[in-house]
């Protein structure tokens, strides 16, 4: 991942400040051009003509010149600690091959001591796609314990000194003849990254700090952290949700965080007690609840085989009955109850599971409940209608298109023809179905504008939305998704919070999704809120984040 942006990181400590001179992003004014903060609160917005009349000494004056504010994002999928730790990681994303992964590690084995750690591998992108052997990872590290996880965190290669530690053998692995260094079962994955992750605590934190402020620093107001046991275990969760021991006046604002736990619950009273037992609130046992696993791994759960690994299916984690009981424990409680789907054979148990639980709680109980699904890539028009139906929420990340669709892309050649119906966004949204955007970081980037051009350009034309469709799934749709109880959230208008981002663009326009309409830029007559171009030569960089107004991230010259 990207070396984070210089900048500082700070509270304001003014009462009313103006923003001026540029663009807000704004459904009360699409034609504003300055704002007023008051506190944490959105006072006014307008024009410039009216800022002029309303300004006085008592104010700070920020000026835009010609930024646009928008809404700050919601990450409605992400990993807090993963994150931080892919970030102080070796890099593997640009590796091209076994030798060159190696080459890696070797170089930063020499370097460092401890367990080495790395993400981002994708050996779907190289010419051989075969993969070192335990041997020679053990070489390149000098005996050191590795752990390298593949871009989609659902596999990793692990060294003998680490699986020796963590317990694995070849048994572990799914491996007959022997330990060969790579772990793909759900197990195995876990037992050599709870061996591998720091447990230090000062440690920890400060791989939730350098997540918090790289995502601060890229226009993030909040986070959605998807826990689970099998990711980064309990102390992880409390810590990350846990207020701070030290004296908050001496550490910088971060981006808010909200968390679900994704542990299995098979009646009320055991979801009741596990809730209880966190310690921590939580939105519900939800996210990284794995049916299935993942498509790159070849453990996502299909309905007919891998078209390049014949005889595979993929990995089923839970059944349909699991999963109903699941949910109609959680709609007893009237908590959020969900699950990682990825497969279409994946979706069908989450239906059936879904089905069990309206016989179960009661149809309105769990429709009331805000239920959601995370990934959901592959979904039938039946199983769209469905999840309308049961008003689930669908958790999504437009950069996997961006990543893996595509002629010639990693989802083609796993899956053929049915590739072409992956993702779909636009299906979802004419049926009803509620989505929200996020990264799954660190396997995407925490990019909320690259995230955006991605629903723009979905690699199936027909499945892409609008430029305004893409950003409310990635503000207002991500706070909707949660349940948040103030309904202004991820709005700039009179009397929402002051959640907002500020960001250097080189054009403004309404963007649109069919190719076959022309974006248009310059005509007032619309009243549609303009958003930054995204087929530009500079992407849009921010250069201030606030939240509830306080100043998250500030970029090097700006308000000077």
Known sequence: MPNQPKGTFMSSGHQLTLYRNGSVYSTADPLASAMLVDGGTVAWVGSEQAATSIADSSMRTVDLDGAVVTPGFVDSHVHVSDTGLALRSLDLSGIRSASELLQAVEQAASADSGTLHGHGWDESEWADPALPTAGELERAAGGRKVLLTRVDVHSALVSPALAAAAGLDGADAGQADGW????????????ARAEARPTDEREIRALHRAAREHAAARGYVALVEHAAPQISGIEDIRLLLAASDGDPAEEPSLPEVFAYWGQLAQSAEEAREILSSLGVPVLGLAGDLNIDGSIGSHTALLSADYDDAAGQRGTAYLSAEQVGRHLAACSELRVQGGFHVIGDAALEIALDGLALASEL????????????????????????????????????????????????????????????????????????????????????????????????????????????????????????????????????????????????????????????????????????????????????????????????????????
């Open 180 to 191: 060969n260094g790579v772990v793909a079962s759900q197990a195995a994955l876990t037992a």
């Open 361 to 560: 709680a009661g149809s309105s109980a769990v429709r009331a409940s805000g239920h959601r699904l995370e990934h959901v890539e592959m979904a039938s028009p039946d199983a769209i209608s469905a999840l309308a139906g049961y008003a689930v929420t669908v958790s999504a990340q437009p950069l996997f298109d961006a990543a893996w669709g595509g002629e010639g892309g990693l989802y083609e050649r796993r899956l053929g023809e049915r590739s072409t119906r992956m993702n779909p966004f636009a299906r979802f949204a004419a049926a009803g179905v509620p989505v929200c955007f996020g990264s799954d970081s660190p396997v995407c980037e925490l990019d909320p504008w690259a995230s955006i051009s991605a629903c723009l350009r979905h690699s199936n034309p027909s499945e892409r939305i609008s430029a305004r469709a893409a950003f409310i799934g990635h503000t207002r749709a991500g706070w909707r998704a949660i349940r948040h109880r103030d309904p202004l959230m991820g709005q700039l208008v009179p009397g929402a919070p002051a959640s907002f981002a500020v960001w250097e663009v080189d054009e403004l326009m309404v963007q649109v999704a069919d190719e076959r309409v022309q974006a248009w830029s310059t005509d007032p007559r619309a009243r549609t809120p303009l958003l930054p171009a995204l087929d530009t030569e500079n992407a849009p960089r921010c250069l201030a984040t606030v939240h509830r107004g306080q100043e998250l991230y500030r970029a090097e010259g700006f308000g000077a």
